[in-house]
């Protein structure tokens, strides 16, 4: 009887078997979704804001009619509006900065304009801010500034 007798080529004897390949496949996969989602967090990593969301200060806005209520006595009020000079509607809130005789800054705070809602371009919206009257003692002028959210 004759026998049959198979050789096996050295190259095919090298080859890696599938499941390695798919778990190589599978460890690049889950880097990959791993250093996506560092770099995402890092890019919401924001260590001077105290809010989730992101403001910057407007420029196209003007400032209008910045005066003070005395209307009750337990709390004067820091009235204005802001006018949107845009061609879109914005919304956001306004830093209001007490300042005294000698330009100090004696007290701040942050109000919506338009409670929070948008208005429209060309639109004037207002603000207001209530607080006991003993934060006006020394207080010579205000700075308004607008920021968009």
Not at 29 to 58: A, C, E, M
Not at 83 to 110: A, L
Not at 123 to 148: H, I, L, M, R
Request: glycine share 8%.
């Amino acid at each position: 009887m004759d026998s049959i007798r198979v050789l096996i080529s050295p190259e095919k004897q090298t080859k890696e078997p599938k499941s390695t390949k798919r778990r190589g496949c599978l460890r690049w996969f889950v880097l990959i979704i791993g250093i996506i989602s560092v770099l995402y967090f890092l890019g919401q990593y924001n260590p001077g804001s105290s809010s989730s969301s992101s403001t910057k200060k407007s420029i196209n806005v003007s400032v209008e009619n910045v005066r003070i209520e005395k209307d009750f006595p337990n709390a004067w009020g820091v009235k204005g509006s802001i006018r949107n000079k845009t061609n879109r509607s914005i919304k956001g809130t306004v830093k209001i900065k007490f300042i005294n005789g000698k330009g100090d800054i004696v007290h701040s705070s942050r109000a919506y304009v338009n409670d929070g809602d948008p208005f429209g371009a060309g639109q004037s919206a207002n603000f207001e801010y209530f607080v006991e009257p003993k934060t006006f003692d020394g207080v010579k002028d205000f700075e308004v500034e607008f920021f968009e959210r």
